[in-house]
């Protein structure tokens, strides 16, 4: 029987408190990928340093890039409020979430 790696899609938020060195726990061993989306986010980052955005550069320069597919592209995320207001990403990361697995 072949072993099964986990393949795990890291959000924004949890890409920005690894790169901080933040993260409460290890991510859990597997295959990990960031969404498009969550790229355009961390290069668009608002008050980033140059040593920053360079370590920005490099980690996703080494992680599988998820695109939108035509099936993703219509959806879209939906919170409590969907004011233009909260789109803003914020200075600092919101408290940390747990890392979702996707197999």
């Known amino acids: ?8 899609v ?5 890409i920005l408190y690894f790169l901080g060195g ?9 295959q990990y990928a960031v969404s498009v ?11 980033l340093t140059t040593p920053e955005s360079e370590r920005v ?3 996703l320069a080494d992680i599988a890039i998820v695109e939108l597919t035509p ?18 990403m914020p200075l600092s990361p919101p408290p940390l979430r747990r890392w979702m697995p996707l197999s």
Not at 37 to 47: Q, R
Not at 73 to 80: A, D
């Open 1 to 8: 029987m072949g072993l099964t790696v986990s393949t795990f």
């Open 10 to 14: 890291l959000d924004t938020n949890i």
């Open 22 to 30: 933040r993260l409460e726990d290890a991510l859990p061993d597997g």
């Open 37 to 47: 989306i969550s790229e355009l986010e961390l290069l668009a980052y608002p008050g």
């Open 57 to 59: 550069k490099a980690f």
């Open 71 to 88: 099936l993703v592209k219509p959806m879209r995320w939906r919170s409590g409020n969907d004011s233009a207001s909260n789109s803003r």
